[in-house]
């Protein structure tokens, strides 16, 4: 039953539609987030979990661990399409790309946008924020965040907005190397904080290594308004309970 979840959870990520599903749910109205749990019986553990994303990272909730591994990334592929997929804006790869943390392997399969951001620092939220979704051979998953706050634009984000479509689920065709990634989109100090939390859209799996760069990263006005123009509602989901959880930096 174990291995039948994990391959379960890793053909959720690996599927282009990570962020799709055959219920319906949104950002507003009756299926907005405060509903979620209540769409459909696999989505209850985003009512019912302990360990939900995002958060609100703060001082009272940090443990200083010294020295944090820092992330050992390999991102030595390309990029093969980007789509609108009715929540997100999202990035797929091709094969080849992945970060080792705690020895292992998670391997690179989209990146896609929230606006505006869904993890806070300090109670600030930020204009927008991108998730670096990573699957292991065994399933579980780590999400590698970057918060953008308003400055210059940004490159990687012009090339992405230029390949959007209005066009639900529509595969356009784009290609940017991992040495743009690497270098215009992850930031040159890659300090982070870390926690465990969950997918923040349905069904709001949890046990998910979250990574959130404590250096931000800037977007201009111009991009943000591009990327609402295009998707045509905000989609971040709110702030959810700590609980327990601390977030080691």
Not at 203 to 231: A, H, M, R
């Amino acid at each position: 039953m174990k291995k039948l979840k994990m391959c379960a959870l890793s053909a959720l990520v690996i599927s282009t539609s990570l962020l799709a599903s055959s219920h319906k749910w949104g950002y507003t109205g009756h299926e907005g987030p405060q509903h979620w749990g209540e769409l459909d019986t696999s989505y209850k553990e985003c009512a019912l979990g302990k360990q939900q994303s995002p958060i609100n990272i703060t001082h009272e909730i940090e443990i200083h661990k010294g020295e944090l591994a820092p992330i050992d990334f390999h991102y030595d592929s390309a990029t093969t399409n980007v789509l609108n997929n009715g929540h997100t804006i999202q990035v797929n790869m091709e094969d080849g790309s992945f970060i080792v943390v705690d020895e292992k392997k998670y391997f690179l399969k989209q990146f896609h946008f929230h606006t505006p951001s869904e993890n806070e620092i300090e109670g600030k939220e930020f204009p927008l924020e991108a998730h670096l979704v990573h699957v292991a051979k065994d399933g579980t998953l780590a999400v590698v965040a970057i918060l953008f706050e308003e400055g210059k634009e940004n490159l990687v984000l012009e090339h992405t907005w230029s390949k959007m479509s209005e066009e639900l689920n529509k595969k356009v065709q784009f290609h940017i190397p991992a040495k743009e990634i690497t270098e215009f989109l992850l930031p040159h100090d890659r300090s982070y904080y870390r926690f465990m939390g969950s997918l923040t859209t349905p069904p709001c799996t949890e046990g998910v290594k979250w990574f959130v760069f404590k250096e931000y990263d800037t977007v201009s006005k111009e991009q943000v308004s591009k990327f609402l123009s295009v998707l045509h509602h905000t989609n971040n989901r709110p702030i959810q309970a700590i609980g327990e959880r601390k977030v080691l930096y």
